[in-house]
């Protein structure tokens, strides 16, 4: 099989403006991730596109890597080399949807998607219409309203002030991370927090542990591999992620339950997933859903010894099989960038 790999930050999607440090440095990560894993099973025909700026920061001994200048339309490039591979894996963020375009582009063209399809990610790329989704399906989850902002004062409804203590959440509605997230605790702030154009989403600000979990999913069921703990910094009003913990959790079948209602309420996610979620003394509350490799799955191979990329293909045919080989947790910092 031949397979092109495209992460967007660093294969050439920002070729014409500056790379965002912190997109950059995760979507190395899991570039390298993804590489490694790939090229752990026979068969594999890799081909990989490079911002020209990260050329060198990637190995890719063994793969075709294409180098994407300035002067290349990434779009253009993406096209070609995808109708020359028998299957695509696109790594993007929802914003400006991105991800929902790439994965639409795939599905055109008649290569097998390595993703979730955009029919998926339409839903999950949206912090609203996920909020929606899920309160359809009776899953627990953030409250969330469109944000209405006039004169110094937020219009919203619906949302009890009692589960927050008076700070909220203001965020883009198709924001990667926390990229323009803000943290505020007076409506008149609103307006210096709304730092890019298009629609935001306000949400309260609840206190819990932040677990992601790490998940493959398939004609409406999933399959956890491990339960991840999530450490920020607040600086500024932003969260910062500073390191993710990977297996952290030492039964995450206590998992099982959300992940089974997500697989019921969502069946067109499909291969790797990630899921955040808020823990509170009394509730698991979905925070959003990423139809795509998160930062996580670079852990995951020396955690549990499980080559992801492997299952996600076993999921073209049948269910994956997961067999770990080793059950240690992984600290991946994201300001050293670094794996320990």
Not at 25 to 45: H, K, T, V
Not at 290 to 309: C, D, E, H, Q
Request: proline residues 4%.
């Amino acid at each position: 099989m031949k397979i092109l790999v495209f992460e967007y930050i660093t294969g050439g999607g920002f070729n014409k403006q500056m790379l965002p440090d912190s997109l950059a440095r995760e979507g190395r990560l899991m570039l390298q991730a993804l590489l490694d894993n790939l090229s752990g099973i026979s068969g594999m025909e890799l081909v990989v596109m490079l911002d020209s700026r990260v050329n060198g920061s990637v190995s890719t001994t063994g793969i075709n890597a294409i180098i994407i200048n300035p002067e290349h339309n990434s779009h253009e490039e993406f096209t070609r080399l995808a109708l020359c591979c028998d299957a695509v894996w696109p790594i993007a963020p929802e914003f400006d949807n991105i991800l929902q375009t790439l994965c639409h582009s795939v599905e055109l063209m008649g290569k097998i998607l390595l993703t979730s399809p955009a029919r998926a990610v339409a839903i999950t790329g949206n912090k609203f219409n996920t909020y929606q989704h899920l309160k359809q399906h009776h899953i627990a989850t953030v409250p969330t309203r469109k944000l209405k902002y006039r004169r110094g004062f937020i219009r919203t409804t619906r949302i009890n002030p009692r589960l927050h203590d008076g700070e909220w959440m203001i965020k883009p509605v198709d924001g990667a991370g926390c990229a323009d997230s803000y943290l505020i605790t007076d409506p008149k702030d609103v307006e210096l927090m709304l730092t890019r154009k298009g629609q935001y989403v306000i949400q309260p600000h609840i206190q819990g542990k932040k677990t992601s979990l790490s998940c493959l999913f398939r004609r409406g069921k999933g399959w956890l591999l491990c339960a991840n703990l999530q450490q920020f910094n607040i600086i500024n009003r932003q969260y910062h992620l500073a390191e993710i913990i990977v297996n952290h959790h030492s039964d995450p079948g206590a998992y099982q339950n959300v992940l089974d209602n997500i697989a019921r309420a969502l069946p067109e996610l499909w291969g790797y997933a990630g899921i955040d979620l808020i823990e509170t003394n009394d509730e698991l509350l979905v925070l959003e859903i990423n139809p795509r490799l998160t930062t996580s799955f670079v852990g995951i191979y020396a955690a549990l010894g499980i080559n992801v990329a492997e299952t996600v293909l076993q999921l073209l045919e049948s269910k994956p099989m997961l067999n770990p080989v080793c059950n240690r947790q992984i600290s991946i910092k994201m300001e050293q960038n670094d794996t320990n």
